[in-house]
DNA sequence: ACCTGAACACCGTTCAAGT
DNA sequence: ACCTGAACACCGTTCAAGT
């Protein structure tokens, strides 16, 4: 039932192994040269199931964005879904951003926001869903860069301010999207 | 009245031409070896000036920022004019969005949303419009990073689609914050 | 089908030394 | 004060050749 698997690496392999680079060293580290040495194989190799460094990226993000669940719950709840989707991984923000940019399509993250934000919104719930995902992308890689800005620097003092940064933003675009009100339900 | 000026470049001049090629060639090609070249000196020269390619980058984003007017107008005006600052030149979001990570205080754009916003928002006006300039820098970032995607390949369908996107979304946030209806006011 | 070996054309940064 | 020259430790990508 498997595909087929004759070399030591496939696609799968190399994306999961990627992702837990990244998520060790950051996006700056994680290199075709470095996830060739840590599969044991010449940086060539890598270009038989690549074609590029930026479609390893792009399948590293779409890994990233399976971890959001199902659509379910109202916006808020999804948003903040999504955006854990994206900090479960070191800088997993700017990775999905980044790649985000060639798609065309709808992605998993699109569809659950558009599932959650239902017909009534300005516009339409498609340019509505966008819209949103938009914020969560540029708000979580904010924070996400400023993690490792401050490793061994400035002031950490941002955990809570950043949540309530997202919740105003999110209950912001909740209302104007005319859906129910999120302050009611419990996130 | 001028600072003193025995070498032949300083800082503002170097960053200058740093945007100038920011422009032509986009982020990636931006390196210290090829503006060490435009101003016709050696890669080192230019580490007399500044200390990494970070802290020139951060000197670029805020000559980026420079072109924001004075506070002035509604939210979804003010909006625009952020968004059209960062539009001014290639990849100039990215660049913004990057450098704003490690700045700990406001910024020209943000202090710009946060006289448009006025009192009244939920959470105060300077959460808002954090949240604000968040949605701008990703939503912009997506736009200018599609545009060199499509540069000779893909459809190149968007240039109404984004101004749609951005404009709902604006409105949503600006709804969502309490302030005047941007619907009657004329863009 | 999948990988090696070697090369090409680059990077950011440091640092002694010059003027 | 401002810059050169040379080096260090890297990059992504291509491509003939191996198995």
């Known amino acids: 039932m498997t595909p087929a698997r004759n070399g030591r690496h496939d696609r799968e392999h190399i994306v999961g192994v990627a992702l837990d ?18 599969l044991e194989v010449q940086p060539s190799a890598l270009y038989w199931h690549f074609a590029s460094k930026q479609d390893l990226l792009a399948a590293v993000a779409d890994r990233i964005l399976e971890r959001i669940p199902a659509p379910q719950g109202d916006l808020l709840a999804t948003a903040r879904r999504v955006r854990d989707a994206l900090l479960a991984y070191r800088d ?17 993250a699109h569809e659950a926001l558009r599932a959650a934000l239902g017909e009534s919104a300005p516009g339409g719930a498609d340019i509505a869903a966008t819209a949103v995902l938009q914020f969560i992308l540029g ?3 904010l924070v996400q860069q400023r993690m490792h800005g401050e490793s061994h620097g400035a002031a950490a003092d941002a955990p809570d301010q950043d949540a ?16 129910a009100d999120p302050i009611a339900a419990r996130g």
Chains 1, 2 share one sequence.
């Open 21 to 38: 680079l990244l998520d060790r060293y950051g996006l700056p580290d994680l290199t075709m040269r470095r996830l060739a040495a840590e």
């Open 92 to 108: 997993g923000a700017e990775v999905v951003l980044s790649s985000a940019a060639l798609r065309p399509g709808p992605s998993r």
């Open 139 to 141: 708000h979580t890689s």
């Open 164 to 179: 309530a940064v997202f919740d105003a933003g999110i209950l912001m675009l909740t209302r104007g999207a005319g859906a």
